[in-house]
Each structure stands twice: as structure tokens, then as C-alpha cells.
């Protein structure tokens, strides 16, 4: 019973270790070497451009800002006020 806990044991360890890590395992001999750097920082200030296009005409953007504030004024005539008052 003792050999089987600590099999399960060596088990269970083995499998939250990163097994591409290992050094025995190597490199594939098809991939070049790759290094690790560490302390780059994310290109965030590499934005994609600018649309030229409209999304939404204007006719139709505000069709829809009218639909949704008179459902917001419905909604907020239907629901009691939350203030306890």
C-alpha cells in the first residue's frame, strides 16, 4: 500500500513539471535554436491602423443611440428605484 502511494505520488509530481523544459529531452534537430530573453516588454504602442471606413453610418448610429435611451427610460420607469426609498 505504501509502494502504490508513493508511485502516485511520483506520478502526480512528474506531470506539473513542464516537460518541454527538460534538458534531457533536447531540442528537435529540425529547429533552430531559439533563445529565451526575458526581459523584453510587449510592443504596445505597435497599433494597427486607422479605418478609413465607417463602421456605422450616422443616419443609423442614431436610430440606434434613440432606441436604446428610450429603453433605458422605459426600463428605468418600470424599475422601482433601487435606493430603498
Do not use: F, W
Not at 7 to 26: H, K, Y
Not at 47 to 76: G, S
Request: proline letters at 9%.
Amino acid at each position: 500500500m505504501l509502494g502504490a502511494l508513493a508511485l502516485s505520488a511520483i506520478a502526480l509530481t512528474g506531470c506539473s513539471s513542464p516537460i518541454a523544459d527538460l534538458q534531457s529531452l533536447g531540442p528537435p534537430p529540425d529547429v533552430s535554436a531559439q533563445t529565451k530573453d526575458t526581459n523584453t516588454y510587449l510592443a504596445v504602442h505597435d497599433l494597427p491602423p486607422d479605418r478609413d471606413d465607417v463602421l456605422i453610418p450616422a443616419d443609423q448610429r442614431a436610430k440606434i443611440e434613440a432606441e436604446l435611451i428610450a429603453a433605458r427610460d422605459h426600463q428605468a420607469s418600470v424599475t422601482p428605484n433601487s435606493n430603498g426609498k
